[in-house]
């Protein structure tokens, strides 16, 4: 139960300040995406980053209670589905990215995060 909140705290602050980061600064996020899409080994770098990190959630935060941190455990089980995908069958990465990423689609995304993480980080700290 500690690890359990100790990864929504950790994890709570980190996708809040990616989706700051997404609505405050999404032309960066735009042109990273862009330049990912325009190398071979685009969906690998995905998969460096982001597999750890949803081994650690799916390792220890594997919680489908119906409350606010259930938004970790889904993206973490989220991640690690996309990242064996992409590492086993690369092409798909690419068949998801050459829709692009706008900046428009940066700001939703920051929205959505910030709104989860906040929700989470109040039901860990307050609730």
């Known amino acids: 139960m500690i690890v359990e909140i100790l990864i929504e705290k950790i994890f709570g602050f980190a996708f809040l300040l990616v989706g700051l980061s997404h609505l405050l600064q999404p032309m960066p996020w735009v042109e ?31 919680n489908w209670e119906l409350k606010p941190a259930l938004f970790i455990t889904l993206a973490g089980w989220i991640m690690l589905v996309k990242s064996a995908i992409y590492a086993v069958y690369p092409y798909s990465f690419y068949r998801v ?28 700290y307050i609730l």
């Open 32 to 62: 990273f995406f862009a330049w990912l899409r325009s190398k071979s080994f685009g969906a690998f770098i995905v998969v460096i980053y982001t597999l750890p990190i949803a081994v650690v959630i799916v390792a220890f935060h594997n």
């Open 97 to 124: 990215a050459k829709k692009g990423f706008s900046a428009r689609n940066s700001r939703i995304g920051g929205i959505i995060l910030i709104a989860a993480s906040l929700a989470v980080l109040l039901d860990v």
